[in-house]
């Protein structure tokens, strides 16, 4: 594999059908068709909510890490996040898909609520009441769904809504986020890192990106280190590692390849970077994953 695959749904990557809706179908629906395996990929744009009800036992690579599938497990999996999974033979349970505007939209208001559920999720439900609240939202959003009644949107919406505040209010981690009105700060912040995902393999520098947000990059320095304890220059090389592992782990591009899709003047460059980040050499990182699978 020479890239990793973008689709829209698994196997699909007809870009019309996520411009403006959801998107929910059954475990089952898709898996069926695919052996029950779903190789490694990422979706652009689009952030997916699993939720599985029955049928544990299997498992899935999140961005090269392995996790367990059980009953009653909660997955949130952000946009271009390389994923895959291995369910067992009729597992029970539905995967939404939900574009990253809708999720802008549903927490306008609170980017720290935000910032959350944009991050990779995965918890087990263990308290009934609330397996059966996660079930009946997820059945609901499916019947709208299929059934497209009168103001069928302003419903599935509603139902997406009250899905996001669900998990942010049963998900354990939830209660280490601060509860603070959103500051300029982390506004600016969450513009910083739209920017890097689009520009990252630009190697811009902290004052272009700076410059773009109409700042000083002592400020934009400020702001990472206040919010998340680190510079900026270390959130811009964080995301070019990511990309770099994903590379070496999902693709067979050559390393001088990867060096030049991340934007490095050459190869030696890139190893040195990647080395001083890990300390691992590029092809040694590649050989030990695939020694593990």
Not at 42 to 49: A, K, M, S, T
Not at 58 to 85: M, R
Not at 220 to 235: F, K, P, Q, Y
């Amino acid at each position: 594999m020479t890239q990793i695959p973008n689709y829209v749904l698994y196997g699909e990557k007809e870009t019309e059908l996520f411009t403006s809706y959801l998107h929910i179908e059954s475990i089952k629906a898709r898996s069926r068709y695919h052996d029950w395996k779903f190789r490694a990929h990422q979706h652009q744009n689009l952030h997916q909510f699993f939720y599985i009800e029955k049928g544990g036992g299997g498992y899935a690579i999140i961005e090269g890490e392995k996790y367990p599938i059980n009953d009653n497990l909660l997955i949130g999996i952000p946009s271009l996040t390389v994923h895959g999974f291995v369910f067992v033979p009729e597992t029970k349970g539905w995967v939404l898909t939900i574009p990253d505007q809708y999720l802008q939209t549903i927490l306008k208001d609170d980017l720290l609520l935000l910032e959350h559920i944009g991050q990779k999720i995965m918890f087990q439900c263990e308290d009934s009441l609330e397996q059966r609240e996660f079930q009946d939202i997820f059945g609901s959003i499916e019947k709208e769904h299929e059934d497209m009644a009168v103001a069928y949107g302003l419903t599935l919406r509603c139902l997406a809504t009250l899905l996001m505040t669900k998990i942010v209010r049963c998900q354990p981690a939830v209660d280490n986020v601060p509860k603070v009105a959103t500051s300029q700060k982390q506004i600016l912040l969450q513009r910083f890192r739209r920017l890097i995902n689009m520009k990252f393999k630009k190697r811009l520098l902290v004052a272009e990106y700076a410059m773009e947000l109409h700042i000083t990059p002592t400020h934009l320095n400020r702001i990472c280190r206040t919010i998340l304890n680190i510079s900026a220059s270390e959130l811009i090389n964080q995301r070019s590692l990511l990309e770099a592992k994903r590379l070496l782990i999902y693709t067979s591009v050559t390393i001088a390849e990867i060096s030049y899709e991340l934007g490095f003047c050459d190869p030696a460059h890139f190893s040195n970077f990647f080395h001083n980040k890990t300390t691992d050499k590029p092809s040694d990182f590649r050989k030990n994953f695939l020694k593990q699978i």
